[in-house]
């Protein structure tokens, strides 16, 4: 509206200014054309139109030019009137920029200056205003009429009125009539004349509460008349408690203070008492307030510390610290009194002391009660001391000595002595002294009971205590009057049921002993006395076990010499003797008789010494001391035969023998008797239970040995049954321990090793085998599992098989420690399975070859596609074959009849030369073929062999068919025989192709085929027939060869053919 | 042009046998009793199958046999084995050398035949 206003006021005077700027300038040329006469209505009208145009162009340029002149003088204006809006509105940190440079400028900066000054007053105000609306004491404006204008926020707080509710109010409604009266004069006696006054009332709160408060009124002038009054209004309801509390403290304190037992007193820097209680009035006097306080207490004129007395207060007062402590004291009568006394320094607030506040108590008993306790004490660690040294042995002479000692000692004596009563003389001797000389002693230490003062000490029992025995005029008769001593005591040294004794301890001064004192001693008495009964007791104690000792060792000796020689015995007699003969040796018993329980129905006399009595018999079923002794397990003793021995029957040897007592102890093993032992007496003897109990243990003992020896005869019956039956057996068994030495081996053993059993027990198996170790089982048995190998032993061109089957042997911790071995010899075996293969081979073989001619030719004869001559060529073929299937199984027959010893030689003498010719012409064709060069050398003598003649030619057969079958063509053949004493040699040699070194070892192996065999046709079996012929003949055959040249076997054939040419096996054993 | 059969036996009937046989068939046969020089005459004769005995001094059939399957030439030619030996482990080891057919003795000389006569027909 301002601008629009203003605008339009200067769009007036623009207009107005404009108007009269044209109008003139209009109508001077409205004249000028009049005048001139152009003014037609044409230039009018161009006129008016001009003039209407130029209006409007003044006017438009008008109003843009007040537009803008406006604005720029506008602005300024509006930005006052916006600030003073803000203003108006309460914000107070509003400035205004100054743009214009004139009058306006001015007033903005005016403007600006009066708006700093208006908020710093009302910063300045409202500061006031906050002082006032936080202060905790209420305050309230009243004006001259005494009515409320104002309060502030605490007196809402603290009375509960707002502002709205007692704004008006008369301040006297706040009051009860009381409250009113005082207020009233207030009001009028201070406030009116100008004076600010403090006064304490009462004030209502809006719920209707009592409040104290303190209210501090002033006026409020103006020209010196006062237009209101101004009140601080304090709640004083806080302090009024705590001033009760304060109140109710002191009061305690009070009460405490007098109730106490201890004085109270309260000393200033003067030593001057300021404050006492009751019992500090009681104890020193009503009036000792504001005295000093060494007067009082001390009765002294100065300080104590002046004095060079310690003072406590004095102390404080300089260390500033509490104290405690106790001081003597006379009362006014003149008794002495303890007093404990507490020191405690009272500070100001700087920390110095002001005051010192003394506790004294009365503390008298107190301290008598520990001298007491002291005093006790004292006389308990002496009696401790002498029980100490009283317990610390059981030697009466380490004992007493030291006892005296101490006690001359602590009572600060010259010298004593100790009697001690013999209870069967009535004599005291005194055993221990000191400080008396030899020469007294031997006076007076000797004394009656009943005599002079120890013995009259010992018969009553009262003791004796002098300050001074020379004087003393209940000691009259008296060697000690004239000795020098003075004083002296003798107490009685009490055991537990009589007077043991006296001990004395004497001065050669006077000597006053205190009731204490004599109390004290007469204690140490009991006590020695005590301690003498113990050393009796144990001396006694002591020779007894002595007794029982050395009768322990005695039996111990006894039962290890028994021990020892039985464990040598072995033979069951030579444990009985032993232990019968070690029993009366120590027992002392006239005789000993050793019943054994043959069956459970007999006893039988074993072994008698002192008594002869043959073997006799009893029956378990007749009442005897023995049979009793067995059928109960008890020890029986009978102290007098003739008199008990009516109830039992009793052999009549005995009897006769004049045995008068005996004691039978049953000879068991767990619970199984073997028999009874009797020992007779010629005395009548009664048995100690100690000494049943050693006869038992001795005779336990004797079981042991006896059943061992019992077990020892039977494992040696078994084990030579044992023995027996393993020699019997053809097995070997050997056991070989852990270390591989053999332990034992039967005699099948030796045999199989071909050694004596002496050079294989004993040592270790390696040794024994030598080579064949690496095929022993013995390792892996040893090792704890069972195992089997084979070995091969090659003697003298004899081939044997031996299988070994070793079994671990462990022992209950399943450890091994030997090992079991079988050996068996299976060459035989073995022998067999090799003949059944190769008898297997040579059917699938030897067999097929003329099989498959006979059956192939046949086949094809069958089926008529052969020509007559070939079929007879056919026929002859499968004949021929035939006949060799036939030959072959000839031979095997032969060898296994030779074998099994069916044929039985028929010796006739042999005409070598006719066997020759035999042979030539057997072999004519084949050394034909073969264009073998045969030849032969013969003795002289014609017959000289007696042999079986089918054999020889056999034999022959053999050896010439072979060298025929392993030499080239054009090989030569030689035979050879010689005539010796005692044997024949018959040799045949060829020029073959040799036998392998390899196998020269084999051959004559049945089937043993060489390294030939899979080139030749052959059965394998010459060889082999050969040697069962040559053993049959008692003889040996020889083979030698080299390959390459040529084979020469030699045969050795005795002319006694039962003579024994190999070497036979030797005697073993 | 009939078939060439060549066979190895040091048993004089078993040759004579299978050259009988063999011949009424119309198959030409060759036998040697030696295996001496056999290597030589099959290179030369280069038979359509040949018939070996193991069992042979000198040299064995089945070592005849390798040398046949080792040489190019004739390793072509089948070769039958006849032996008395009958395991099975010798089995096992003519095939290996290259044995074509193993016969155990005894024989059926038909059977025999037989299986020639397959063999050349393939």
Known sequence: MVRLRLVFKLLIIYV?????????????????????????????????SDIAGIVFYAFFIAFIISLVFARKILLPVKMLKDAAVKVKEGDLNVQVERISDDEIGEVTEVFNQMVRNLREKTEELSKKDLYVNTMMDALWVIDENNRIMDINPAFTKIFGYSKEEVIGISIYEFFDEQGQRAVARELETKWARGEHSTYKVQMFTKDGRRVPVMITGAPIMKDDVVIGKIGVIKDISEVERLMKEIESSKEHLETIINSIEESFIVIDRDYRILRTNIEARRRYGEDIVGRKCFEVLHFESRPCWMEGEYCPVHAIFSDRMAFRGIHQHYDTEGHLHFEEFVCSPVRDELGNVVEVIQLLRDVTERIKKEEELKKRNAELELLNRLSSILASSLKADDVFSKVLDHLIETFDMDGGGFFLLDEKTKILTCEYHRGISEEFVREAGRVRLGEDIPGRVALTGQPVVSYDVSTDERVIHSLLKYSGIKGYCCMPVKGKERILGVFCLFKFRERHFTSDEERILASIGEITGLALDNIKLYDQMRSLFEVQRQRRITQQSVLLKLSSSLSAAVDINEVIEST?????????????????????????????????????????????????????????????????????????????????????????????ALGVLTILNRMSKSYQEEEIHFIRTIVSLFAVAYERSLFYEKSIIEKSLAESILNSISDGVCTIDTKGKILSANRAVAHILEKPLTTIVGKNYKEVLGEFVDNCPVEEALKGNNASGEMVFDKDGKRRIIQVNAIPLVDSNERVYATVQVLRDVTREKELDRVKTEIIRLVSHEFRTPLSAIVGLTEMLIDGEVSDSRAINYLRIIYEEGLRLSEMVSQLLDISKLESGVIVPTLTPIDFREIVEIIKKRFAERFEKKKARFEYLLPDEAEFLKADKEMILQLLSNLIDNSLKYSDEGCHITLKVGNYEDYVIIEVTDTGWGIDEKDLKNLGEKFYRGKHGEKTKGTGLGLALCREIIKHLSGKMDIESAVGIGTTVRLYIPKEPYKIFQHSTEDLD | MSKKIMVIDDEPFILMMIEDKFKRAGLEVITLRESKDALDIIRREKPDLIILDWMMPEVSGIELCKLIKEDPDISSIPVFMLTAKGQEDDEKLGLRCGVDRYITKPFSPRMLLEVVLERLGD
């Not at chain 1, 006399?605 to 009893?618: A, L, W």
């Not at chain 1, 109960?632 to 045995?659: A, M, P, R, S, T």
Request: glycine residues 6%; aromatic residues 12%.
């Open chain 1, 580 to 672: 019968v003969s070690i029993m009366s040796e120590y027992l002392m018993g006239d005789a000993i008789v050793f019943w054994e329980l043959k069956t459970p129905e007999v006893l039988q006399v074993r072994y008698s010494k002192g008594i002869s009595m043959g073997e006799i018999q009893q029956n378990m079923d007749i009442l005897s001391p023995e049979t009793n002794a067995i059928k109960n397990k008890k020890v029986y003793f009978i102290y007098d035969i003739n008199e008990e021995g009516l109830l039992y029957y009793i052999n009549n040897e005995v009897k006769q023998k004049g045995f008068k007592s005996l004691l039978c102890c049953p000879v068991m093993i767990g619970d199984r």
């Open chain 1, 16 to 48: 107005v200014f404009t108007f009269a700027l044209l109008v003139p300038i209009f109508l001077n040329i409205y004249k000028l054309l009049k005048q001139e006469g152009i003014l037609n209505e044409e230039v009018l009208e161009k006129f008016y």
